[in-house]
């Protein structure tokens, strides 16, 4: 039997060594050296860092698709650049297809109506959203875009972030060159 506080020691010891050995261990794994014999390069991630799985691939679109997208994007450009005032945000998508439309944010730095005005073309309808956290809540307001032409709203924004949101109708679709586009202004 140990004298008083002994055992105490001995644990704290023991726990101390497992602790340094682990530590060491745990610093051996995370990087191979630089085969620099001095070891003043920059650590290199191991063979265990590198192992990743490949990002899922989007399919492409093919060049039908991609010209009536051009040509879809400048007709919205058209539309939405009778939006009176300083723009506060403004951003435009696909209006279809898989990783389809867009997401913003932005900063209102003076509370008061702002004009949203929002148009899409080569679909007969698009929805899009803002949001903005207010302090009773979060705040959504839903745009039901009817495509044939823009539409503008006046709607009240509080000081902070909001930001702007194009839902898809059929996330499986495919793509047919199809947009849409948000700006939202401040007279």
Sequence with gaps: ????????????????????????????????????????????????????????????????????????????????????????????????????????????MTAGPHTVTTACVGTPDAQMSLSQDTKGGTEHVVFDVDCSGAQSRVVQLQKGYVSAHLTRHDPTGAWTGAVAGIKITVQ
Excluded: H, W
């Excluded at 009536?68 to 009778?82: F, I, M, P, Q, V």
């Excluded at 723009?87 to 944010?105: C, E, I, M």
């Design 1 to 108: 039997m140990s004298g008083p506080g002994g055992t105490r020691t001995v644990r704290c010891a023991a726990a101390l060594m497992v602790g340094m050995v682990l530590a060491v261990g745990v610093a051996a794994c995370a990087y191979e050296g630089s085969g620099d014999p001095e070891g003043s390069g920059d650590p290199q991630p191991t063979a265990a860092g590198q192992s990743r799985r490949p990002a899922p691939s989007v399919p492409s679109k093919g060049p039908d698709i991609l010209a009536a997208e051009t040509r879809n994007y400048a007709e919205l450009e058209k539309r939405l650049s009778g939006a009176p005032g300083s723009v506060l945000l403004a951003d435009s998508g696909p209006a279809d297809g898989p990783g389809v439309g867009f997401s913003k944010a932005a900063t209102v």
